[in-house]
């Protein structure tokens, strides 16, 4: 059985569900393909409510991702503490922030020139 391979926008599509199901708010899809400095192809950004809310929605990234493409983490940091989580797909990388650090970060500034989408947050 061979696996299945997913794009890069496949797998970002994958993250923003399973931050929608876990009610991630202010959610943030930018395409960074076109950027001759970028690392990834898509960042995922995202807000939860608390540390425990930040670590549901990035459990449930991470089910989604194993269940639906087979997919891991290359790497992941910040599960602990849950003000902020970072989990590195290779060509998707998901920020889950507390809203005061990502008003602090800021990323979506850093990376201005990146094609934005801004989802809806699931009622």
Known sequence: MTKQVFT????ADLAVRGLQEI????IAK???RNLDTAVTDYFIIATGTSDRHVQALADS???VMKEEAKE???NHEGMDKGEW???DYG???VHI???QKRDFYRLENLWGDAEVELLEDVA
């Open 23 to 26: 009610k991630a708010k202010k």
């Open 97 to 99: 922030f507390q809203s």
């Open 72 to 74: 891991y983490t290359f």
């Open 30 to 32: 930018l395409d960074l």
């Open 8 to 11: 890069a926008q496949e797998l």
């Open 85 to 87: 989580v970072v989990l």
């Open 61 to 63: 990234v991470t089910e």
């Open 91 to 93: 060509s998707v990388v």
